[in-house]
């Protein structure tokens, strides 16, 4: 089983920016993407982006294109989330999630499909 513990969250004023770790260890195999998710309260967890570890293609929903990046430094076994432009509604806890996931689009956004999954770490951004 993979283990992954997030860090890097905090609090920013609008425009501002953020780049979350998200370091995996354990049965990193099994797992062919790695993707960021996030839940604000009342609201469903939603996929934001998320990579192709063995291809490093990457994959966004429309709301954070253009602003947020995803990486991944395999050396490390450690995925990262920047985060520019930074908006209110960005506002939420984030999650990193492995899973082993089907090639077909959109198939990366589907929480259930993943099966490893980090503790969360908040953005909270503010004036």
């Known amino acids: 089983q993979v283990q992954l513990v997030e860090s890097g969250g905090g609090s920013v004023q609008p425009g501002g920016s953020l780049r979350l770790s998200c370091a995996a260890s354990?049965?990193?195999?099994?797992?062919?993407?790695m993707g960021w998710f996030r839940q604000a309260p009342g609201k469903e967890r939603e996929g934001v982006a998320a990579?192709?570890?063995?291809?490093?293609?990457?994959y966004y929903v429309d709301s954070v294109k253009g602003r947020f990046t995803v990486s991944q430094d395999n050396a490390k076994n450690t995925v990262y989330l920047q985060m520019n432009s930074l908006k209110p509604e960005d506002t939420a806890m984030y999650y990193c999630?492995?899973?082993?996931?089907?090639?077909?689009?959109?198939?990366?956004?589907?929480?259930?499909?993943?099966?490893?999954w980090g503790q969360g770490t908040q953005v909270t951004v503010s004036s």
């Open positions: 999630a492995a899973g082993r996931i089907p090639k077909y689009a959109g198939a990366w956004l589907m929480a259930w499909r993943y099966n490893g």
């Open positions: 990579i192709d570890t063995g291809s490093g293609s990457t």
């Open positions: 354990g049965y990193t195999y099994s797992s062919n993407y």
